[in-house]
């Protein structure tokens, strides 16, 4: 009769919770779509994010996941979280223990005895209301925030290293731009200075293109400074704590620039870090509630003992007991209700919160979208202001060789045609930016339409 009360109990306990959980993913998904409705691109190709990454950065970022310290914090944790929900798991299964004992015993009289005994006992607590059962679903649910995390930390990562990479090779790209204004300033310089001696220049000139060649000399000075600095940012993200600086070999010029589909599909952000964390965090409500609420009701334990004496003298005789015990709690002082008020007011809270950071991750994807789009207008521009300033520049220089014009005119078109090479640059690094804000703000891969070298 016992056993089938035991059976029972356990039967009984399986399925004593059963979380239920509503999101309002479906509403916000459509409201994002519709933000996105009357854009005039939409995704032709997709899964082709790394095809506009060069090889080289394709193999660092390989080397940034399986070296960087702060990614290996990140899998520790996981690791931790996992470990805890074997823990809690454990309590599914019985306790057992076995002991051996023996004792020799005297008195004043000069009588001796002995004893010896060897016991088993084995308990159990039954999950009537299904407290353990929440407790492990809490267990995995902090697991799979703890693995969200970790790519939280992977994104944010990739998309920092990702950053210094293109600022590097901008650099790279400004510092040459600013060898040939300083070499071409030095050649100007020298020019001018066989004009000033034959009298044919002023001093003020003279000194004016002095002072562009003083001014080239210190902008390659502070990017040599800033390409020291970008360095060893990527040495520290890649693991290298010696600090030994990666040699880039990727020309900036021979970046593609893929073009990002203005429609991109609200599923995707469901690979946000945020929102998947956030949703997360209801469901770890339901159990901690549910928890809260199984305080006030009654458990109950069953242990089995099993020993036999005398076993060291060969003896045979055992004895068993089988017990149950159930405790109840009668009064806290209200402890309890606040508790359970407490994991209520909890949950509403990540509610709000999770409403929040869907909205937010919806808002800042068509941000991003939109100042992606933004960088592409601004890099059609640069681009015709350096044909049109090198055109300049080759007519002012054309004009000054064969005497049509003076020094100060092909020296203004010489300083816009430079500035004009560091705009493109500059506007082409924001572009490449922006894709990557996007892919920061989408958590994934985001849809493209073309790919444009």
């Known amino acids: 009769?016992?056993?089938?009360?035991?059976?029972?109990?356990?039967?009984?306990?399986?399925?004593?919770?059963?979380?239920?959980?509503?999101t309002p993913e479906e509403l916000a998904a459509v409201a994002y779509q519709d933000a996105l409705n009357g854009r005039e691109l939409t995704p032709l190709t997709q899964n082709t994010w790394n095809e506009f990454l060069p090889a080289e950065l394709q193999q660092y970022l390989a080397q940034l996941q399986s070296n960087n310290l702060d990614l290996q914090i990140a899998q520790l944790r996981v690791e931790r979280a996992r470990e805890m929900l074997t823990s809690a798991r454990a309590g599914?299964?019985?306790?057992?223990?076995?002991?051996?004992?023996?004792?020799?015993?005297?008195?004043?009289?000069?009588?001796?005895?002995?004893?010896?005994?060897?016991?088993?006992?084995?308990?159990?607590?039954?999950?009537?209301?299904?407290?353990?059962?929440?407790?492990?679903?809490q267990r995995e649910t902090q697991l799979q925030v703890a693995k969200w995390e970790e790519r939280a930390s992977f994104i944010a990562l990739q998309a920092q290293f990702i950053r210094t990479y293109f600022d590097t090779l901008s650099l790279q790209s400004l510092y040459e731009v600013a060898e040939q204004n300083l070499e071409a300033s030095e050649k100007l310089l020298d020019l001018f200075q066989l004009t000033y001696d034959s009298g044919g220049a002023s001093g003020l000139e003279l000194r004016q293109q002095k002072n562009l060649v003083l001014n080239a000399r210190n902008k390659l000075v502070g990017l040599q400074s800033d390409l020291a600095i970008n360095r060893r940012a990527l040495a520290i993200m890649l693991g290298r704590l010696d600090l030994?600086?990666?040699?880039?070999?990727t020309s900036f010029d021979d970046l593609a620039l893929p073009q990002v589909a203005s429609?991109?599909?609200?599923?995707?952000?469901?690979?946000?870090?945020?929102?998947?964390?956030?949703?997360?965090?209801?469901?770890?409500?339901?159990?901690?509630?549910?928890?809260?609420?199984?305080a006030r009701w009654p458990d109950l334990t069953l242990s089995l003992s099993w020993g036999?004496?005398?076993?060291?003298?060969?003896?045979s005789e055992w004895a068993a007991s089988i017990r149950e015990a159930t405790s109840l709690l009668l009064f806290d002082g209200g402890q309890t209700r606040a508790q359970i008020r407490l994991a209520e007011l909890d949950a509403d809270i990540d509610y709000a919160s999770y409403q929040y950071t869907l909205a937010d991750a919806y808002r800042d994807t068509i941000d991003q979208l939109e100042t992606q789009r933004l960088r592409a207008q601004q890099l059609d521009i640069a681009r015709?202001?350096?044909?049109?300033?090198?055109?300049?520049?080759?007519?002012?220089?054309?004009?000054?060789?064969?005497?049509?014009?003076?020094?100060?005119?092909?020296?203004?078109?010489q300083q816009s045609w430079f500035g004009a090479k560091e705009d493109l640059v500059s506007s082409k690094l924001n572009y490449l930016l922006a894709l990557v804000n996007v892919y920061e703000a989408m958590g994934s891969a985001p849809a493209l339409v073309e790919t444009d070298s």
């Open 1 to 22: 009769m016992k056993l089938r009360v035991w059976f029972s109990c356990l039967a009984l306990s399986a399925c004593a919770f059963n979380p239920q959980q509503h």
């Open 384 to 413: 015709d202001k350096f044909a049109n300033n090198r055109t300049l520049y080759d007519i002012s220089n054309a004009r000054f060789e064969a005497g049509d014009t003076d020094f100060l005119n092909l020296l203004l078109a």
């Open 244 to 249: 030994q600086t990666p040699e880039l070999q």
């Open 308 to 315: 036999i004496d005398d076993i060291l003298a060969g003896g």
């Open 92 to 137: 599914n299964w019985p306790r057992a223990s076995a002991s051996l004992s023996n004792s020799d015993s005297y008195d004043d009289t000069g009588h001796t005895g002995n004893g010896s005994g060897l016991n088993f006992s084995a308990s159990y607590t039954v999950d009537l209301w299904g407290e353990r059962a929440a407790g492990i679903s």
């Open 263 to 294: 429609v991109q599909s609200a599923e995707l952000l469901q690979q946000r870090p945020d929102v998947q964390i956030a949703t997360l965090a209801l469901a770890e409500n339901q159990a901690l509630i549910h928890q809260a609420k199984t």
